[in-house]
């Protein structure tokens, strides 16, 4: 029981760690060619999402836990634990990319000379984490779901069994 509900709790958890790059990546299109004044004050809708980094550490404890807890198939461990790493990556994509541009704008509130450059990272970074937590959430629903086959030890048929415990009796 402790198991299925790790499970489910992986995949909501994942499922809303792709929330906000999947909004990101929506409204990309219309963003990425503003000019500097209309593009600033739009950036500044984004204040306070900072606390969906929660979600993506929980995602990521989520996936792990369940990688770990799901004995069943190697397969749907595998995957959870796939998701896990995938999580993962995108803070590394964060740090490496968004942070920065975070940083050297004052979260938006200042223009360097080189904002646009700035603007791109920033928001192809977060079209990346979004393709990236997609993959993670197909991961994650993938091992939810699967029926795949089972550890080697639980695959013996069952005439193979009762032949075994035949022979158990026989000795």
């Not at 000019?35 to 306070?48: K, T």
């Not at 920065?100 to 603007?119: D, F, H, I, V, Y």
């Not at 029926?147 to 075994?164: C, F, K, L, W």
Request: hydrophobic share 55%; aromatic share 10%.
């Amino acid at each position: 029981m402790a198991t299925k509900a790790c499970q489910f709790l992986a995949v909501v958890l994942t499922a809303l760690a792709l929330l906000p790059g999947g909004a990101h990546l929506m409204e990309m299109p219309a963003k990425i060619a503003m000019p500097e004044e209309p593009y600033f004050v739009v950036q500044q809708i984004y204040r306070g999402w900072a606390l969906a980094g929660a979600v993506i550490f929980l995602a990521i404890f989520a996936n792990v836990l369940a990688a770990l807890l799901t004995r069943e198939s190697r397969r749907k461990s595998q995957l959870f634990g796939l998701a896990g790493l995938l999580i993962a990556v995108t803070l590394a994509v964060f740090f490496v990319w968004t942070y920065p541009a975070n940083q050297a704008t004052g979260n938006w509130t200042s223009a360097p000379e080189n904002w646009e450059q700035l603007r791109t990272e920033w928001e192809y970074s977060h079209a990346v984490n979004a393709v990236i937590t997609f993959l993670a959430l197909l991961c994650s629903v993938g091992a939810a779901v699967s029926t795949g086959p089972r550890r080697e030890s639980e695959m013996r048929s069952v005439p193979d069994q009762a032949a075994a415990a035949q022979h158990r009796d026989a000795a």
